[in-house]
T-cell receptor, first 114, second 109 residues
Framework: IAGITQAPTSQILAAGRRMTLRCTQD?????MYWYRQDLGLGLRLIHY???????GKGEVPDGYSVSRANTDDFPLTLASAVPSQTSVYFC?????????????FGPGTRLTVL | DAKTTQPPSMDCAEGRAANLPCNHS???????VYWYRQIHSQGPQYIIH???NNETNEMASLIITEDRKSSTLILPHATLRDTAVYYC??????????FGTGTRLTVIP
């Protein structure tokens, strides 16, 4: 069982370009999440999905969009990247969206926008 | 979610117990205390969580005070591989873990 995989591992992107970060989990978890982590800071929630077909906004959603067409995949799209989106992006999943449910994190994608 | 306060850094000798404190004085009755850690630039790793009773698992123990305004994560025999940033999170909402800046624990040989 791989758990959560993210791709790419790292990416350098020109400002204004479109980019999709991929996240796949094989644990059949209902809930999935995207966080960003800026240097020296904790993680901040971008978007989440409690179940396939539904999504919600987190703390810092502007400039990002997500979709949840099936249980396993939760891609994050930057429609037109800007340098302030340079960050490490972590995908996570949990069995349900309940507050008692543990979130499990992927290895992260390091994105640099120039 | 309630705010948490942690010391920015701590050192611990290898083989000794590491006791990481967390203050959460505004915690509500239905808010859980979660601990995660992040080793270098890896994804955060779940350690333990609790509501009001002390908890223990294979990784650590969690001691929550009776008034629930603070808690302590205990790593009973710290190893070099326990060097990481440890996050204390108080969570009531379903969809978000509010990470602060955590405590950077350095285990010293």
């Amino acid at each position: 069982i791989a758990g959560i995989t993210q791709a790419p591992t790292s990416q350098i992107l020109a400002a204004g370009r479109r980019m999709t970060l991929r996240c796949t989990q094989d644990m059949r978890h209902n809930a999935m999440y995207w966080y960003r982590q800026d240097l020296g800071l904790g993680l901040r929630l971008i978007h989440y999905s409690n179940t396939a077909g539904t999504t919600g906004k987190g703390e810092v959603p502007d400039g990002y969009s997500v979709s949840r067409a099936n249980t396993d995949d939760f891609p994050l799209t930057l429609a037109s990247a800007v340098p302030s989106q340079t960050s490490v992006y972590f995908c996570a999943s949990s069995g349900t969206g309940l507050s008692t449910d543990t979130q499990y994190f992927g290895p992260g994608t390091r994105l640099t926008v120039l | 979610d309630a705010k948490t306060t942690q010391p920015p850094s701590m050192d611990c000798a290898e083989g000794r117990a590491a006791n990481l404190p967390c203050n959460h004085s505004t915690i509500s009755g239905n808010e859980y205390v979660y601990w995660y850690r992040q080793i270098h630039s890896q994804g955060p790793q779940y350690i333990i969580h609790g509501l009001k009773n002390n908890e223990t698992n294979e990784m650590a123990s969690l001691i929550i005070t009776e008034d629930r305004k603070s808690s302590t994560l205990i790593l009973p025999h710290a190893t070099l591989r326990d060097t990481a940033v440890y996050y204390c999170i108080v969570r009531v909402g379903a969809n978000n873990l509010f990470f602060g800046t955590g405590t950077r624990l350095t285990v010293i040989p």
